[in-house]
């Protein structure tokens, strides 16, 4: 039997509690901590505050929650079972804003709601990915063979670039800052 692993302080983040861990528990974790910092930019905004344009782009904190969405989708779920999917399926890229890139949020969609699509699209990308070694290839229709460690190391990147944007959009909203907050 062995032992339960004792609870991290919530001030650790997890990329720190796995420095000496496997690949994948690395690759996990900051992609983890990374969807957890985009939660907390937003916890706690109202709808008008979240949809709130501050840059000439179409850039809002709802907005990056969605176009996240978007990005969990189509690059877990919709290359790593898109053998399972029917001729002609689009998946679930196209409910999440389709070709856009999911930045415009239309006026029947609340902040949470936009929170539960990324927390399911989150856990169902985490749930296709697990059976997969990281060496797993699948074919990618622009940019051909791909890795799942890679796609790994994409979402990373598109994440943490866009929790950086939200980071300086919640602070021109209402002055929070910090990890985050």
Do not use: N
Request: charged residues 25%; proline residues 7%.
């Amino acid at each position: 039997m062995t032992e339960p692993t004792p609870t991290a302080p919530a001030a650790v983040p997890a990329p720190m509690l796995v420095r000496t861990g496997g690949e994948r528990e690395v690759l996990e974790a900051f992609l983890d901590f990374h969807r957890a910092t985009l939660r907390g930019k937003v916890q706690g905004l109202a709808d008008d505050a979240a949809r709130r344009r501050l840059v000439p782009s179409e850039t809002t904190l709802a907005g990056l929650v969605k176009h996240l969405t978007l990005v969990e989708r189509s690059w877990f779920p919709d290359l790593l079972t898109a053998a399972d999917a029917p001729a002609g399926d689009t998946g679930d890229a196209a409910a999440a804003g389709g070709h856009d890139g999911g930045w415009e949020v239309g006026p029947e969609e609340s902040l949470d709601g936009l929170l539960a699509a990324y927390d399911a699209a989150c856990a169902r990308s985490r749930a296709v990915a697990a059976p997969f070694p990281l060496d797993h290839v699948v074919p990618h229709p622009a940019i051909g063979e791909i890795s799942l460690r890679w796609v790994y190391v994409h979402v990373i990147e598109e994440t943490a670039r866009h929790v950086g944007h939200a980071d300086i959009l919640r602070e021109q909203t209402d002055g929070a800052t910090g990890v985050t907050a």
